[in-house]
């Protein structure tokens, strides 16, 4: 399974990713020392999981990130969001 995800931090700025796993994966955005999440890591965190997606492939996973990421309107994104309600982020 693969994930389209949004992110939110507390300044209201959204980041749109993918991954196949979507814990391991928010983990590492509010991870300091972690190097591979340079947009989350410019802007403060935390990141909380605003809304997310699944796919059974990569390939559609990334197809809709980037219809996601090609919206430049704020109000969509959470048209987007609130169409579906906050995602509580699951817990162990």
């Given at each position: 399974?693969?994930?389209v ?16 796993d979507?814990?391991?994966?928010i ?18 965190g ?10 059974r ?18 109000e ?17």
């Amino acid at each position: 399974m693969f994930y389209v995800y949004i992110l939110q931090n507390p300044a209201g700025r959204f980041y749109i990713g993918h991954s196949n796993d979507l814990d391991r994966r928010i983990s590492q955005h509010n991870d300091p020392h972690y190097t591979g999440t340079r947009t989350t890591k410019r802007f403060p965190g935390p990141w909380t999981l605003v809304y997310h997606e699944e796919y059974r492939t990569r390939s559609e996973a990334m197809k809709r990130e980037k219809q996601l990421k090609h919206i430049r309107n704020r109000e969509v994104i959470q048209k987007i969001i609130s169409s579906a309600g906050r995602v509580p982020r699951p817990r162990d």
